[in-house]
């Protein structure tokens, strides 16, 4: 296929917001593609050029790109003075390639015969090798093969290729629009979960893609974990009381201390150990400890587990709350972090051994595989578990756990359907935490997507935030507060670092506002928020008109609990059906609508 073909497509996402019609021009375009193309063009669509646990990301400098862009110095000079004023890379490339010169209405259509030409194939060889020459090699060497590509690119091909070296391809085509895209193409919409799930356990839509080009449903159907390929994680629903939960349960079901860490996925191989966070991260420098313990302490041969890893205290085994974990996260110091801080992992499920999908067994029958997997030790545990069969039961164990340092506790269905759901949010666990008796919310993990300046004490600061949670109906992001609370000195100085990165001249397309801050910001960074209460908000975009004509739902009182979500990608933050949730929740508590 004809890069161009890629960029029109691209193109026309970028002139909508609604996902049938994203649906439908991503359908079109899958459907003529050559299946051995297929994994490739999904990467590109997206703006990648691996599924996302893989390592590599491609993130050219903005210096490196104008110069590529720029066939004289003059058009260098010109390039970097467009770029301060639009602040889109990819504008600057296709405005710099449409320029008049010298009697001609268009540079490269008159200059260049093969314009046009480049291939899906060579725009992928070209990006590998950037990659391979990222961080090594003279600037002129780095970005070689980017201009050597743009010569022969027409104007809308430049804009989409120099924003995704850059790292920022702004087209709103998620993961779930590509399912259904995917779904349109190749199946039926009955198909859709099957769809879902293979890329739920594979992470990787490039493969999923070609899969079901090549071999349809049936080869959808047969899709299985395995080492190497991260599965997206099971999560769990939330009850305002113990009572609720073991009602919800049916009366009994196992209930698990929650731990306060780190989510690390383990995948055992003979001979390696790879730890992935729940972003997809490799964690594995992270926790060389926890790996080698895994390793050598595991009875199979291949193993994907799951568990928590918390912070003890070296002199008194007692865990520590969750920020002395995060030094571990930390690129420098580990060797001493690992001596100073020791890391336990609490192990909670078992997804495959052996050649053997777990996934699909029931949470009893996982449970029992893991204990009898390994031999604990120091560094690795079970999380501590019971069955409860009563209110009282569960009461009693949740107390425990609070008093033994945990947020809460995690209930697991033990019913016979009671799966390892991955990437699925349901009732199967339902969580409960000690927080849930002193407000009416949980908290909330929230996407930056604007800043307002600061005034008085925070002028010439960024003062408060516009966040938003994410619509996993449609893909979008829905604003519901301005957070202005809890922030510290060092946030405050240190916000720029965190979040110029991401800054956009205009809202961002794939987010809902109506109200407008100073700057924007492309959805990546997530907070977590603890707040007073959900209300109907007039200015707010969460579930615009669900509860009341004209009205969203926004967050009172809003307050940064200190703690960035790096362990969260914007897409995983809380979601409008959970804000929602919690909504309907607090209302049937307080026996009426609050406004
Ligand atoms: P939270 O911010 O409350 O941790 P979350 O959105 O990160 O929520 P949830 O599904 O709501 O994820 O809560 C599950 C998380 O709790 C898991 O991702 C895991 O990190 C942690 N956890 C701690 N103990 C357990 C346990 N025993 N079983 C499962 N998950 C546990």
């Known amino acids: 296929m004809l890069y161009s073909e890629l960029a029109e497509t691209l193109d026309r996402l970028e002139a909508t917001s ?67 004023k639009i602040g889109d890379i990819g504008v600057v490339a296709e405005r710099i390639k449409t320029r008049p010169v010298q009697g001609t209405l268009f540079q490269f259509g008159s200059e260049k015969p093969e314009m046009g030409t480049v291939t899906v194939k060579e725009v992928m060889s070209a990006l590998y090798k950037i990659e391979e020459t990222a961080g090594k090699g003279s600037a002129s060497k780095k970005n070689e093969p980017l201009k050597m590509l743009l010569k022969r690119m027409t104007p809308l091909e430049a804009r989409f290729l120099c924003r995704m070296v850059n790292g920022k391809m702004r087209v709103g085509a998620g993961d779930m629009t590509i399912l259904d895209a995917l779904a349109e193409a190749f199946a039926t919409k009955e198909d859709r979960p099957a769809i879902e799930r293979a890329f739920n356990v594979t992470c990787d839509l490039g493969f999923v893609a070609e899969t079901i080009a090549k071999g349809g449903m049936d080869a959808i159907d047969d899709v299985k974990v395995s080492v190497g390929n991260p599965v997206k994680v099971m999560l769990a629903e939330r009850l305002p009381s113990v009572e609720e939960i073991v009602e919800r349960m049916g009366g009994e079901c196992a209930i698990e201390y929650k731990y306060d860490g780190i989510r690390v996925q383990a995948h055992i191989g003979k001979d390696t150990v790879k730890l992935y966070s729940r972003r997809l991260e490799d964690l594995t420098s992270n926790f060389p400890d926890i790996a080698e313990a895994l390793r050598s302490r595991c009875r199979f041969g291949e193993a994907i587990i799951e568990g928590e890893c918390v912070a003890v205290d070296p002199d ?38 052996d050649g053997e999908d777990l996934t699909l067994r029931p949470y009893l029958d996982r449970r029992r595989a893991l204990e009898n997997g390994f031999e604990m030790g120091d560094s690795i545990q079970m999380t501590t578990m019971r069955i409860v069969r009563s209110e009282e039961e569960g009461r009693e164990f949740f107390d425990n756990a609070v008093a033994a340092r945990c947020e809460g506790v995690m209930a697991k269905s033990i019913a016979d359907n009671s799966v390892y759901r991955a990437g699925n949010r349901g009732f199967l666990w339902i969580k409960y935490k000690k927080d849930y008796q002193e407000s009416l919310t949980d908290s909330f993990d929230l996407a930056v997507v604007g800043a307002f300046y600061g005034m008085g004490k925070r002028a010439g600061k960024y003062g408060a935030l516009l966040m938003a949670s994410y619509d996993q109906e449609n893909g979008r992001f829905a604003t519901v507060c301005k957070l202005g609370t809890g922030f510290d000195d060092a946030f405050l100085d240190g916000m720029p670092d965190l979040l110029n990165g991401t800054l956009t001249k205009e809202r961002p397309q794939i987010v809902d506002a109506e109200m407008v801050p100073d700057v924007w910001f492309e959805p990546h960074v997530v907070l977590e928020v603890v707040a007073a209460e959900i209300t109907l908000s007039p200015i707010h975009t969460a579930a615009k008109g669900v509860y009341r004509e004209d009205s969203g739902l926004g967050i009172r009182f809003p307050r940064f609990t200190g703690r960035v979500r790096d362990d969260k990608e914007a897409e995983q933050c809380t979601t409008v059906s959970e804000i929602s949730e919690m909504y309907e929740m607090q209302t049937h508590d307080s026996d009426g609508l609050s406004e």
């Open 18 to 84: 609604k996902r049938l019609e994203m649906t439908t021009i991503l359908a079109d375009l899958f459907r003529t593609a050559d299946p051995d193309e297929l994994k490739d063009i999904v990467y590109l669509s997206q703006g990648k050029v691996h599924p996302d646990f893989f390592p590599q990301k491609i993130g050219m400098a903005d210096k490196l790109i104008l110069d590529a862009i720029g066939k004289s110095d003059e058009e260098v000079r010109k390039a970097e003075e467009l770029w301060v």
């Open 316 to 353: 008194t085994g007692y865990m520590l709350p969750f920020q002395n974990v995060t030094h571990r996260r930390k690129k420098h110091g580990i060797d001493d972090a690992v001596r100073d801080i020791p890391v336990r992992m609490f192990m909670f499920d078992i997804l495959y051994k």
